[in-house]
């Protein structure tokens, strides 16, 4: 155990600080509060905001679609700028190596193209239905592609990336190690979709965006890659429709 005051390392069970002897379990227990704390308002606040939108059947247009992305960035620029000293640092584009981004692109794309032959498989085949094509909600629009790209993929890419593999992913680390934080966050982010069919996948997918996280300290990876991911959905949304 790291003293605050001096930065000395105790055992694990120490009282005090063998160098300074500054008591050292009453300042852990409230810094472990607090994240915890952190942590449970900000995912319960886009838990309630998410099953509003599910339950409610709120986004029915693509006027309230716009609306419902304006209100989630806010949500999520608050809390980034509640967290901003611990999230920043994840933004440095020098951290970023071509050719790890460039296997991230084209297996992201190679995903897409899986996931969605098996969705429809699985929606065929299970319950001899459709697969619901999010790219429809956009096709009345003036500008229908880009508009979806832009909502589908570039807005969940940024904001959830920042909110999950950002400030969750941050404030659990103080709570506990990098390896259960992966597995924590990639559990919040399969329950706020709500698509119990589609655990299959998301919980994946999370799993390998904590990873880049985690060991490359950046989100930047983690938002190419959901970003090239999402966008290819629509792309292929795009072109079945045609």
């Known amino acids: 155990m790291r003293c605050a005051e001096c930065q000395q390392e105790n055992r694990s069970k120490a009282v005090f600080c063998s160098n300074c002897g500054k008591r050292l379990i009453a300042d852990e227990?409230?810094?472990?509060?607090?994240?915890?704390?952190k942590v449970s308002v900000f995912f319960f606040v886009l838990l309630g905001y998410i099953?509003?939108?599910?339950?409610?059947?709120?986004?029915?247009?693509?006027?309230?679609?716009?609306i419902s992305d304006?209100?989630?960035?806010?949500?999520?620029i608050i809390f980034f700028f509640i967290n901003f000293k611990?999230?920043?640092?994840?933004?440095?584009?020098?951290?970023?190596?071509?050719?790890?981004?460039?296997?991230?692109?084209?297996?992201?794309i190679g995903m897409?193209?899986?996931?969605?032959?098996?969705a429809n498989y699985l929606n065929n085949t299970l319950f001899d239905r459709t697969q619901e094509a999010y790219y429809d909600y956009y096709k009345e629009s003036p500008y229908?592609?880009?508009?979806?790209?832009?909502?589908?993929?570039?807005?969940?890419?940024?904001?959830?990336e920042i909110a999950f593999r950002?400030?969750?992913?941050?404030?659990?680390?103080?709570?506990?190690?990098?390896?259960?934080?992966?597995?924590?966050?990639?559990?919040?982010?399969?329950i706020l979709h709500f698509?119990?069919?589609?655990?299959?996948?998301?919980?994946?997918?999370?799993?390998?965006?904590?990873?880049?996280?985690?060991?490359?300290?950046?989100?930047?990876?983690?938002?190419?890659?959901?970003?090239t991911y999402n966008t290819s959905i629509v792309l292929i949304e795009w072109w079945l429709s045609k």
């Open 112 to 118: 897409a193209f899986a996931v969605q032959t098996f």
């Open 70 to 76: 304006v209100i989630f960035i806010g949500l999520i």
């Open 144 to 160: 229908p592609l880009l508009l979806s790209v832009i909502s589908i993929g570039l807005v969940p890419a940024i904001f959830e």
């Open 29 to 37: 227990a409230p810094s472990f509060e607090k994240h915890v704390n």
């Open 195 to 227: 698509s119990i069919l589609s655990v299959i996948w998301l919980f994946p997918f999370a799993l390998a965006m904590g990873y880049l996280r985690a060991k490359y300290n950046t989100i930047l990876y983690g938002i190419a890659c959901h970003f």
């Open 86 to 108: 611990g999230v920043k640092e994840l933004f440095n584009v020098r951290k970023l190596n071509p050719l790890i981004l460039l296997i991230i692109v084209v297996s992201a």
């Open 51 to 66: 099953a509003l939108l599910r339950f409610t059947k709120f986004q029915q247009d693509l006027q309230t679609i716009i």
């Open 166 to 190: 950002g400030i969750l992913f941050t404030e659990l680390l103080h709570v506990t190690n990098k390896n259960a934080v992966i597995l924590i966050t990639s559990i919040l982010f399969t």
